[in-house]
C-alpha cells in the first residue's frame, strides 16, 4: 500500500524510540454499528496486568484488551465466564453474544486467536474491534472488513485517485469451526476522498476525480455488510507547502510533519522505516550434525524490534541427498523435488509474529540441508541478506 498513512503506522514511528524495551507500539481502531468509536489511535503497550471483572484473572496489558483499556481509558466491560473475561460494552455501545452481534476482534486483519485479555501483541500490528454478525446480515453488525490494497500517497488538486480495495470475509464452518477468511474484491463499494466519491467495479478499483482544496484530506470506503476503512491522502502539487512539501523559499527543518485531523488525528511523515527487519534462528547451530532418525522437527526463532511491524515471516528449507535436490512445501506440507541449489527452493509464510514457531509433521529424514528464515516488515523492507548462523543454518543429519 502506497497510502501517506495507514491506521496510525506513522505514529507509532515517533513513539518507538521512547517507548521502553517491554513494551509494544500498536494501532487500534473501535468500529461501532454506525460510526467509529475509537479512530485509528497509537497506544504503547506494557507489561503487568489489570483485572476488568470482580473475579476474574488479571487482564494481560500487552494484549489486545490492554490496547483497549488504554485506547478508551477503560471506558470497555462485560461479564467473565469459563471462556474468559468477555467485551460487550464499548465506550456505551454494547454487543452481547446471542443478541444478533458480538464484539469481534481482529490482528492484522485477521480474526484473533484468542481472548481479548489473552490475545498477545507486538509492536506495528493494527488491532480492530467491530460488531460481528451471529448470523443473518442486520444493519448494525458486519461480516468482515474492507482493506485497501493499493492508493497513492497524493494525488493532484483536480487529478484522479485510484484506488483499489478488497474486502474480507470469515466464515466458521464445521466440523471445526475454525475460522477461514477470504479476501476478494470490494465490487461497489463506495470510495471517498473529500466530498468526491467513486464506486469500485468489479476489481475493487476506484477512480475519483478530487476537488481543488490542498492539504490532507479523508478517505473513506464502505459497503454494505463490511466494516467501513478510512486513510488518508495528500492533495498537492508536491511544492506547495501542503502535508510538508517545501514551497519555494521555504527550508523544513528535519522531522516537520503536517498535523490532520483525518485519520485520527496521527501526523503524516515526510519519509519511511529503511531498514529491513533482523531474524535469527534459534536452537540450531550452524554446521549442526544429528543422528539418523534424530533430525529436528520444531524450528523457532525471533525477530528484533521493528519500528514499522512485521507483516510476515518466511522459511526456506533445501535438501539434499546425494546429487537428488527438494525442497519443503509449505502448502502440501512435503518435500518436493527440484533442480538442486537453495535458490530453486521456495519460501513458505508461517505468520508475523516476532517469537515465531513451526512444527513440520514430522522430523528432518537423512540428508544435508539448509534453513533460511527470511521477515518483511510493513514499510516492506526485506531481511534478505544471508548470514551464516543467523538467518541460514547448514545441518546434516545421518
Not at 48 to 72: I, M, Y
Not at 172 to 184: G, H, L, Q
Not at 322 to 348: H, L, M, P, T
Request: net charge positive; aromatic share 6%; hydrophobic share 40%.
Amino acid at each position: 500500500m502506497k497510502f501517506l498513512l495507514r491506521g496510525t503506522v506513522a505514529a507509532a514511528l515517533a513513539l518507538a524510540c521512547a517507548a521502553p524495551a517491554d513494551a509494544a507500539n500498536v494501532s487500534i481502531r473501535v468500529e461501532g454499528a454506525t460510526g467509529t468509536l475509537v479512530p485509528a489511535t497509537a497506544v504503547t503497550t506494557t507489561s503487568g496486568t489489570f483485572t476488568k471483572s470482580a473475579g476474574a484473572p488479571d487482564c494481560q496489558r500487552d494484549s489486545a484488551g490492554g490496547a483497549l483499556e488504554t485506547a478508551t481509558a477503560g471506558n470497555w466491560g462485560g461479564a467473565f465466564d469459563g471462556f474468559g473475561q468477555r467485551v460487550e460494552t464499548i465506550l456505551g455501545e454494547s454487543h452481547v453474544f446471542t443478541s444478533g452481534a458480538y464484539w469481534s476482534i481482529y490482528v492484522n486483519d485477521l480474526p484473533a486467536t484468542q481472548g481479548a485479555c489473552t490475545q498477545p501483541v507486538q509492536t506495528g500490528d493494527a488491532i480492530t474491534f467491530y460488531p460481528q454478525c451471529e448470523g443473518a446480515p442486520l444493519p448494525t453488525c458486519f461480516d468482515g472488513l474492507l482493506l485497501y490494497r493499493s492508493a497513492p500517497a497524493t494525488v493532484t488538486p483536480g487529478g484522479t485517485a485510484t484506488v483499489v480495495v478488497d474486502q474480507v470475509t470469515t466464515t466458521y464452518d464445521p466440523p471445526t469451526y475454525d475460522p477461514v477468511t477470504k479476501k476478494t474484491p470490494a465490487a461497489g463499494a463506495t470510495v471517498t476522498i473529500g466530498g468526491a466519491s467513486a464506486v469500485a467495479d468489479a476489481d475493487g478499483r476506484a477512480q475519483v476525480t478530487v476537488g481543488a482544496a490542498k492539504g490532507v484530506q479523508t478517505v473513506l470506503t464502505t459497503l454494505a455488510g463490511r466494516v467501513r476503512a478510512s486513510g488518508a491522502m495528500c492533495v498537492t502539487d508536491g511544492a506547495d507547502g501542503a502535508c510538508g512539501t517545501t514551497q519555494p523559499g521555504q527550508v523544513l527543518g528535519a522531522g516537520t510533519a503536517a498535523q490532520s485531523s483525518a485519520g485520527g488525528g496521527a501526523p503524516v511523515v515526510a519519509g519511511r522505516d529503511m531498514v529491513a527487519p533482523f531474524a535469527e534462528l534459534s536452537g540450531l547451530k550452524d554446521r549442526q550434525v544429528f543422528p539418523a532418525g534424530k533430525g529436528p522437527r520444531a524450528l523457532s526463532g525471533t525477530l528484533a524490534a521493528d519500528p514499522s511491524g512485521i507483516l510476515m515471516v518466511k522459511l526456506r528449507i533445501h535438501r539434499r541427498v546425494g546429487d537428488r535436490c527438494s525442497y519443503f512445501s509449505g502448502r502440501q506440507e512435503r518435500f518436493r523435488a527440484i533442480r538442486c541449489g537453495v535458490r530453486n527452493a521456495k519460501w513458505f509464510k508461517i505468520g508475523d509474529r516476532a517469537d515465531w514457531s513451526y512444527l513440520l509433521p514430522s522430523r528432518l529424514p537423512a540428508g544435508d540441508y539448509v534453513i533460511d528464515v527470511n521477515a518483511i516488515d510493513k514499510a516492506y523492507n526485506r531481511d534478505d541478506a544471508r548470514e551464516r548462523g543467523r538467518n541460514r543454518v547448514f545441518l546434516r543429519v545421518g
